[in-house]
């Protein structure tokens, strides 16, 4: 059954309070919402931290930082929510518009929302940044040959290793080699992460069905405690 909105006359079934939902819409008092949000940007490495993860910047990290923004301030109101959408506009070194659309449900009245938040871009600096330019690593890689090898398998073995690292970048933001030296009998990379490290290693040996080793060196212990090593790991082609 029909009824008459109290505010504009409006005739509809779709009413809160003697309201109806545009009247809501126009008032602002549906539900609390935001108008803009920050988000933790470090230009060194062009990540954005979402909830504790550094991820790069893009419209689906972007899109994934907002969404659980909408998340927390719904959630605060026991208010559910689907159909999410976001479009980013008005792109600038500082900030970038979020055209966000869902839909949400109101004492039973089934609502959709489309709204423009502000995100503001907070630089700072990430952990890993840090480490990096303080030549912090946790590995080394070491390129051996069974024979002395030509310049040209010396710089084809050393990219692969390097093109595996920025592979494992994506996910590891320390798989990098911070420094590269050479040594008798080929390369030494140093790397900051010993995972990433790991990772390379492992896929260099099935590659080229190659010999690989791993020791390590105790450092001591950190601030929390926690035992430290410095890993080597070696390839022998």
Not at 170 to 190: C, M, P, Q, T
Not at 209 to 228: E, F
Request: aromatic residues 8%.
């Amino acid at each position: 059954m029909k009824r008459f909105c109290v505010r504009c006359g409006k005739e509809t079934s779709e009413m809160i309070e003697s309201i109806c939902v545009d009247c809501h819409i126009e008032l602002g008092d549906l539900f609390e919402f935001l108008t803009e949000v920050a988000v933790d940007y470090d230009k060194t490495s062009e990540r954005i931290r979402v909830f504790g993860k550094w991820l790069e910047r893009n419209n689906s990290s972007l899109a994934e930082f907002v969404e659980k923004e909408v998340a927390k301030i719904l959630k605060k109101q026991n208010l559910g929510y689907d159909n999410f959408s976001v479009e980013f506009i008005d792109e600038k070194e500082k900030s970038v518009v979020a055209k966000v659309s869902f839909n949400v449900t109101i004492k039973g009245v089934d609502i959709g929302v489309n709204r423009g938040i502000l995100v503001k871009f907070n630089k700072t600096v990430s952990d890993a940044t840090m480490k990096l330019s303080s030549n912090y690593h946790e590995a080394i890689i070491q390129l051996r040959f069974n024979e002395k090898p030509s310049k040209k398998e010396l710089e084809e073995k050393l990219n692969e290793t390097l093109m595996l690292l920025k592979e494992q970048k994506k996910k590891i933001e320390l798989s990098e080699a911070i420094e590269i030296r050479n040594v008798r009998g080929g390369k030494d990379l140093l790397v900051a992460s010993n995972k990433s490290a790991r990772i390379v290693i492992s896929k260099l040996g099935a590659k080229f069905n190659a010999q690989t080793s791993h020791s390590n060196k105790l450092l001591g212990t950190d601030r929390h405690g926690k035992t430290q090593y410095r890993h080597t790991y070696c390839i022998r082609f």
